[in-house]
């Protein structure tokens, strides 16, 4: 019941402010292109692959994430109506997880899908490696929550800080210095994806290792998320 209430309210939070826009603005220009690029562009050869990874996986995906994982905690930190949670014998654990698990389930309904859905747009006939973007999305969407979530909790520019990690570390420097991709969630994600993939696909950093760094990252997110939120006083929160 609890559960329940926070995930209603979470949801309440996210949608109920204008940048929850965004959260259907940013898929619908993925799709929107993809459908664009269907009926203007004669050779396609790799295009599918190339919008799923440089535009999907690397700027979409990302700030969907970013907007999720966010407005999940963020808004009711800023307002002070996180008090009312607080004040109420619950674990801060299921708070974090239930918000992030909300969080989760918008990536993944409005950033994942919209990832696999372009690549069938843009080939029909590829049914796997659009799949398999979907499931390397799907992890690097986990690995984003637990990250903004934790970024929401620890300071209140999360969304500036977040902004830039996702606009110059993700879609910039994880895409095209050689250095910062080991470093990358995308890259990560991206030998998941090459494992399943029935075309050629590059990442930086091999699958066991991949797999290693997403699940670390993940589970140093929540814990930082819950133990910062532990510290949190009411007084504070307010």
């Known amino acids: 019941m609890v559960v329940r209430t926070i995930a209603r309210l979470t949801l309440a939070t996210l ?15 993925l799709i929107g292109l993809s459908l664009l690029l269907t009926f203007t562009v004669d050779d396609k050869g790799d295009l599918a692959k190339a ?42 654990s299921t708070i974090i997880l239930t918000k992030a698990l909300v969080a989760l389930g918008v990536i993944f309904g409005l950033g994942v899908v919209p990832i696999v859905v372009s690549g069938l747009v843009l080939d029909p006939g590829d049914v796997q490696t659009a799949l398999a973007f979907g499931v390397g999305a799907l992890a690097a969407g986990i690995a984003y929550t637990a990250i ?26 994880g ?7 080991v470093l990358s969630i995308q890259q990560w994600s991206l030998a998941l994806t090459r494992q399943l993939a029935d075309v050629p696909v590059d990442a ?7 797999t290693l760094l997403l699940l670390a990252v993940t ?8 133990s910062r939120l532990r510290s949190l006083t009411l007084s504070s929160a307010e």
């Open 15 to 29: 949608f109920g402010h204008r940048r929850g826009l965004l959260l259907y603005v940013l898929p619908a220009v």
């Open 51 to 92: 919008i799923m990874q440089q535009f999907g996986l690397a700027v979409i995906l990302p700030l969907v994430a970013l907007i999720a994982a966010t407005g999940a905690i963020s808004s009711e930190i800023d307002d002070g109506s996180i008090v009312y949670l607080l004040s109420k014998p619950i674990n801060r």
């Open 148 to 173: 903004f979530v934790a970024l929401s909790v620890m300071s209140g520019n999360a969304v500036t800080i977040g902004l830039f990690y996702s606009l110059l570390w993700e879609s910039l420097m």
């Open 175 to 181: 895409q095209y210095v050689d250095g910062a991709k």
């Open 204 to 210: 930086a950093v091999k699958l066991p290792l991949a």
């Open 219 to 226: 589970l140093a997110g929540l814990g930082l998320a819950i």
